[in-house]
């Protein structure tokens, strides 16, 4: 049920009634395999181990905060989404979930392609040595100086969002004598049935051109007609952290129904269809997201579909899985500074982090999970809010949970499923510096983004 929010952010001192939340799990050191990533176990003194090295350890050579990634469970799931759609389709790796010169490599060696929406995406991609072929370019009002640098490298695809966007490209590879291949993002007017700011295919949003009064159709009429543009398909993207296959397949009826009408004014039809990503994932025990496979399965089946009742060939399909990739392969460790226990409420736990690391709760109302990983503990339940260190009473991690009640000071504790978007939406909110991403892998840990320091944050205050 949702709950409304003051202008201001979050309604202070917004207190659960009994009933609201879950019963407290019957084992508080369990580890639900949905919610954490691959390696993740209790070791026999009860400490939390990933890719057998405790955490207590990990804290001790890299600090806390720290995003730990377990990269074999990274690649995994890379492969497991290349295998699921095999070689007649493409898969994308949406980098704004969580993007590093690291994970550039991995996604090459697993064979996944790669989106980008920014300079600095696209920058990172290229200085890791992705091959540009590979690199789609996403965003609603990319720059000149972007979608230049992005035709002379050479990217396969620029995904164009607006009428401006069409001729803004097209005279900029024409200029630079090229001809750059592009697909036309649309919205189909679908209620993907998440959050309202991460919902992409209504009408009333700042992505893509919308398909009713044929506002799409003109689009694609304008591109067919500059010879800057090969126009490759059609880009469709309905939301994020969905469950619900049903707006997807709203989704592809509409895509194949515009390219039945371009095929036939035009007499082409287009090769390419790309769906998107924003599949769920497991923040909780009662989420139940769909493994790739069966994605692949119902996605193929639903545009075959459509494209046979419309007599059309079927088109190459590409995904674009970000969170569904990165976002169970991560969790955040933290060191707990004060346990505040409110009579009658709950107890308060506030950790060295808070809304600089993890923006989501605030921003999203999102839930998470949270365990103590320092030491397993055989106390009663007790329920808790994680909370930040920020001055901003909305500096919650994790709104409700049940953890030890003899939870103390210096403990450790872990909230899972933050390798999506809590790193990449970082911030620096009362100067505090971000934290590192600690990968671990082959029994080994490593910095694959390093700790900000103070000095980082004074370097770019000239005075």
């Not at 580890?31 to 990933?50: C, M, S």
């Not at 001790?60 to 990274?74: H, R």
């Not at 799409?216 to 309905?238: F, M, Y």
């Not at 839930?367 to 919650?396: F, N, Q, T, W």
Request: net charge negative; aromatic share 6%.
């Amino acid at each position: 049920m949702s709950r409304s929010a003051h202008p201001a952010g979050p309604r202070h001192a917004d207190v659960l009634t009994e009933g609201h939340y879950s019963a407290p799990p019957a084992d508080l050191n369990a580890l639900d395999p949905k919610v954490w990533a691959r390696t993740v176990e209790r070791d026999a003194d009860g400490a939390v181990t990933v890719g057998g090295i405790p955490v207590t350890r990990l804290a001790e050579e890299f600090g806390t905060p720290a995003y730990v990634l377990d990269e074999s469970d990274f690649r995994a799931r890379a492969r497991a989404w290349r295998t699921a759609f095999g070689t007649e389709a493409d898969v994308f790796y949406a980098g704004k979930a969580f993007l590093s010169r690291a994970v550039v490599r991995w996604l090459d060696e697993e064979g996944l392609n790669l989106d980008v929406c920014s300079g600095g995406e696209l920058a990172t991609a290229l200085s890791a040595g992705m091959d540009p072929e590979r690199i789609a370019f996403h965003g609603n009002n990319k720059s000149v100086e972007e979608i230049t640098r992005a035709v002379e490298a050479g990217v396969g695809r620029i995904v164009l969002d607006s009428f401006q966007e069409i001729a803004r490209v097209a005279h900029i590879a024409q200029g630079l004598g090229k001809r750059q291949k592009a697909q036309i993002r649309i919205t189909v007017g679908v209620e993907a049935h998440t959050h309202e700011f991460i919902a992409t295919a209504h009408e009333d949003q700042k992505f893509g051109i919308p398909l009713a009064g044929g506002q799409a159709a003109e689009a694609v009429r304008r591109a067919l007609t500059l010879d800057g543009l090969e126009l490759i398909g059609i880009h469709s993207h309905i939301g994020s952290q969905i469950f619900d296959m049903s707006g997807f397949e709203v989704a592809a009826h509409r895509v194949v129904g515009l390219l039945k009408d371009v095929r036939d004014e035009h007499g082409v039809e287009l090769p390419e269809i790309d769906l998107g990503g924003g599949l769920g994932i497991a923040y909780t025990s009662s989420d139940d997201p769909r493994e790739p496979h069966e994605i692949a399965k119902a996605l193929t089946e639903i545009v075959t579909r459509e494209c046979e009742a419309a007599r059309l060939l079927v088109p190459r399909i590409s995904v674009e899985p970000g969170r569904a990739i990165v976002g169970p392969t991560a969790f955040t460790l933290y060191e707990v500074g004060t346990v505040k226990p409110l009579d009658g409420l709950r107890t308060y736990v506030s950790v060295d982090g808070g809304m600089s690391d993890n923006i989501r709760t605030a921003l999203y109302d999102a839930e998470y999970s949270v365990a103590l990983v320092s030491r397993s503990s055989d106390a009663e339940p007790m329920l808790a809010r994680v909370v930040g260190k920020h001055c901003e009473s909305g500096d919650i991690v994790v709104k409700d949970a049940f953890l030890p009640a003899d939870l103390a000071p210096g403990d450790l504790i872990a909230v899972p499923a933050t390798g999506a978007y809590c790193r990449s939406m970082a911030s620096n909110y009362n100067h505090v510096p971000r934290p590192p991403v600690v990968a671990v892998g082959d029994g080994e840990a490593r910095v694959i983004v390093r700790r900000e320091t103070e000095e980082d944050l004074l370097r770019l205050d000239v005075g």
